[in-house]
């Protein structure tokens, strides 16, 4: 399993970005969830969003609550973070997940099996 995150730059505060993370694999496998991670410079990493494939549940951190989106579109195997009045403290690697085995919420790193590269996301002040 693969994934390549893509869609980071530099913006102003205020502005949007949409991250899409596409899926890859030579095999079929099943996928209960994927989640958005960040990690700023000097900091650890931490949850963003999460969606669970099987109620469509999503799930975020209460630091991007009402300003980030996190959606998918099974048909072309990506996952996207629509990132909406962003701060400066929004800046940072974001790197997408998946789990391929039953998770929870899917809040924790250790939920997940695979780990894409991330896109780097500056926001200006």
């Known amino acids: 399993v693969q994934l390549q995150a893509s869609g980071g730059g530099l913006i102003q505060a205020g502005g949007s970005l949409r991250l899409s993370c596409v899926v890859s694999s030579r095999r079929p496998f099943s996928w209960y969830g994927m989640g958005w991670f960040r990690q700023a410079p000097g900091r650890a990493r931490e949850f963003v969003a999460a969606?669970?494939?099987?109620?469509?549940?999503?799930s975020y951190a209460d630091s991007v609550k009402g300003r980030f989106t996190i959606s998918r579109d099974n048909a072309r195997n990506t996952l996207y973070l629509q990132m909406d009045s962003l701060e400066p403290s929004d800046t940072g690697v974001y790197s997408c997940a998946v789990s391929t085995t039953r998770i929870t919420d899917g809040r924790h790193a250790s939920e997940y099996d695979y780990w894409g590269r991330g896109t780097q996301v500056t926001v200006s002040s």
């Open positions: 969606i669970l494939w099987s109620r469509g549940y999503t």
